[in-house]
């Protein structure tokens, strides 16, 4: 420091001690003079009187004053005095791998970053550079985030041999792609988004033609950097876009902004901030961080990864921690209930934005006991069933999720009210509502002799009461959002349509046996029907995952029952016949043939591959016509579930047909097609049609099934 500059700071500072020192003492003296009885002015008639400071507060300048002296004379800080102690700053941890790096390399021969990797002293120093100079962007576990590429993966866009990655922390990286918003239509971005997303065998909800348009387009417009997406570019630093590692997010939403605007990706050079050690260091840091990740995910029992992998999928636990369209167990998909709107969570392996920092007692309290790290969960996380899932099965999820890609997504903040938004509330909701009890595998005295295959019915019953949580959407549910147990699997209203009925004796009534019902649960379809809307999306992630085996048990549980789930003695099994000859004659079979017989046959058999029969099915032949009637009202979009089976978009007939034509028309249909002889009023149909109205479900006849995409995802139906 110069002398100026030196005589600057100390007069600077005696100045101002000099200036505190006469404040404190002038209203020492002034306080003796203060009268708490005299008031000095009033504000809206509260009167503010001369009382006398606290005589603590003069005290406690007085320390200050006293340490501040003490201080400037032990330590540097008038000017170039180095105080008494002669402290240097050199003796700042922080600054230790300025000072000490020099020593710590010149003991080395071998400078290769596996090498240096081994040496706690450069990590360390690595670790403590790389949160003053890189944390910001890569954050303090180097697993990134957003924009911000991970570091202690094996995916690196420019490579990641030694010589890249000093290469990129000494001389930067700057990457960019052109935007193509002036270039391809909207609708030509979105097909191209949605056969990136194939790519990585991610479901979109879309026709396969529109994917093989996508490819044309991608094929015209992106190969010559991407080739055909499948292959990476170190030397120009284009990424692999059939894996799950997306930089700039990966949903669907994410891929059209990126194919609109472009990117601009920049990297700063450090080489001018920091040395050659010094990035050596970093270097080392990030080695050390990633051999020490892929041991972790090597130390991981393929077995359990594999057996979790499939259990993942029973659970269909992607299905709820993916928003739609988003990337595979980051979370984000919002669940509207009377409280609020719950955001399900990121349950990858990322440190700061999923479950990264969680151990296996961590995840079996989230999972069976509802209890997060950060607070209790809201019932909408099933744990109220996976609490009957073994210990085994746990530990091997725990296992596959560990081995996942880990997303930097942040998790949505709920929007819930008062009280609802207070976590420990919830432990209460846990006390009052949830049955701890084990769950129980014997066959209950109701059942009879019925249950011939006790084996098959007890690992139904594990997989739909436990992972299948089957529960959860097909019961009603009370005022607090609990089960009601007694009505266990009676039917419920989500999303606009009614998870149905599946209770013992609704299945025998409507006539499913066991070879439909697992047809129907594996692949989507069977002679009873076809999947449509959540259903459909359970079947794709889940249910077509798993073995028939598994799957037929689940079907053999359903149809014998349980306890409070059986089969009436006075059911009878509906056996619709068909339109009549008679039923042909009608005014009303003209407002079919019109209206359905186009596509699903004058007959009701339907026609492959335009739609399903309407004879015989399961659907049709419910008790509740809550979902004909939504059907019509709402139309219907392919599940896309098996690509020879897909059926053509049904189109609403709300602007078509009115309320008493509709209530006619499905009378009609549910007593020749499905046996039921309980008349559809006109009432029944206002009812769903307002119902689906207010939430923005229903459209007209010109409207197609992706209007959804754009309703009002915060209004709670039913």
């Known amino acids: 420091m110069s002398n100026f500059w030196n005589l600057w700071t100390i007069l600077s500072i005696i100045s101002f001690s000099i200036v505190m020192i006469i404040v404190v003492v002038y209203y020492w003296r002034k306080n003796h003079t203060a009268d708490a009885d005299k008031t000095l002015d009033t504000f809206d008639g509260v009167a503010e009187n001369d009382a006398p400071a606290p005589k603590l507060l003069f005290i406690a300048y007085a320390i200050a004053l006293v340490i501040a002296v003490g201080y400037l004379i032990l330590y540097p800080g008038m000017g170039n005095w180095h105080g008494l ?32 990797a081994t040496n706690d002293a450069i990590t360390n120093s690595g670790a403590m550079l790389f949160k003053t100079h890189c944390a910001a962007c890569h954050r303090d576990n180097a697993q990134g985030q957003k924009h911000f590429p991970n570091l202690i ?277 846990n006390v009052v509502f949830m049955d701890t009890a084990p769950l129980s595998y014997e066959v209950p005295a109701e059942l009879g002799d019925t249950v011939e295959d006790i084996e098959k019915w007890q690992q139904g019953k594990y997989w739909v009461a436990g992972l299948g949580h089957c529960s959860e959407c097909h019961s009603p549910r009370n005022l607090a959002q609990a089960i009601i147990s007694d009505r266990i699997f009676q039917g419920n209203i989500i999303d606009g349509w009614n998870a149905p009925d599946i209770t013992a004796n609704e299945l025998y009534v409507d006539g499913w046996d066991l070879d439909s019902l697992t047809d129907f649960l594996h692949t989507g379809h069977s002679d009873k029907g076809t999947a449509f809307a959540g259903m459909a999306d359970v079947i794709k992630n889940s249910l ?84 004909t009637i939504a059907v019509a009202v709402r139309g219907l979009q392919p599940t896309y579930l098996v690509e020879d089976k897909n059926f053509m978009p049904m189109a609403s007939f709300e602007d078509v047909l009115s309320d008493q034509q509709l209530a006619d028309l499905i009378t009609f249909v549910r007593y020749h097609l499905g046996a039921r002889d309980i008349p559809v009023t006109t009432e029944d149909v206002k009812d769903v049609r307002e119902t689906l109205e207010k939430a923005g479900y229903a459209g007209g006849v010109h409207t197609t099934p992706d209007m959804y995409d754009q309703r009002d995802r915060n209004i709670n139906i039913k």
């Open 544 to 627: 077509s995952l798993m073995t028939r085996e598994d799957v037929e048990s689940m079907s053999y549980y359903l149809l014998k029952g349980d306890v409070n789930n059986s089969i009436a003695t006075d059911s009878v099994v509906l056996k619709p016949k068909g339109f009549s000859q008679g039923a042909y004659k009608t005014e009303i079979y003209k407002t079919y043939a019109q209206t359905c017989g186009a596509c699903h046959g004058d007959d009701g058999k339907g026609r492959e591959p335009i739609a399903p029969a309407l004879l015989n099915n399961g659907i049709i032949m419910h008790r509740d016509p809550f979902n």
């Open 153 to 429: 993966d094996n995916d690196w866009m420019y490579g990641g041999s030694d010589q890249a990655i000093l290469h990129s922390i000494e001389k930067g990286r700057n990457g960019a792609m052109a935007g193509y918003l002036e270039i391809l239509t909207e609708d030509e971005i979105a097909k191209v988004s949605y056969y990136l997303a194939s790519l990585n065998q991610r479901h979109t909800d879309v026709p396969p033609v529109k994917v093989e348009l996508g490819k044309q387009t991608f094929m015209q417009y992106c190969s010559a950097c991407h080739g055909d997406g499948s292959h990476s570019n170190q030397d120009m630093g284009v990424p692999v876009l059939s894996d799950d590692t997306w930089l700039h997010g990966g949903s669907i939403e994410e891929i059209q902004h990126t194919i609109l605007y472009g990117l601009n990706n920049v990297m700063p050079a450090f080489e001018k901030q920091l040395s050659r050690n010094e990035i050596l260091a970093i270097g080392a840091m990030l080695t050390k961080a990633r051999l020490d990740y892929d041991d972790k995910l090597a130390k991981l029992d393929q077995s359990a990864v594999t057996r979790g992998e499939y259990l993942a999928h029973a659970g269909d636990c992607v299905a709820c921690h993916s928003a739609e369209g988003g990337e595979p167990f980051a979370g984000g998909l919002p669940f509207v209930t009377p409280f609020g709107t719950v955001y399900s969570t990121n349950i990858t392996p990322h440190s700061s934005e999923g479950i990264g920092e969680y151990d296996f007692d961590d995840f079996k309290a989230a999972l069976v006991d509802g209890k997060g790290r950060h607070g209790y969960l809201y019932p909408a996380m099933p744990y109220t069933s996976y609490q009957h899932v073994s210990e085994q099965d746990m530990r091997d999820m725990w296992e596959y999720l560990q081995s996942i890609t880990a997303v930097p997504r942040r998790n949505d903040d709920n929007s819930m009210i008062f009280p609802s938004n207070i976590r420990l509330g919830l432990l209460g909701w």
């Open 85 to 116: 102690v002669d402290w240097e700053q050199s003796e700042d941890k922080l600054s230790t791998p300025t000072t000490n790096l020099d020593q710590q390399f010149a003991q080395l021969s071998d400078v290769s970053l596996a090498s240096l």
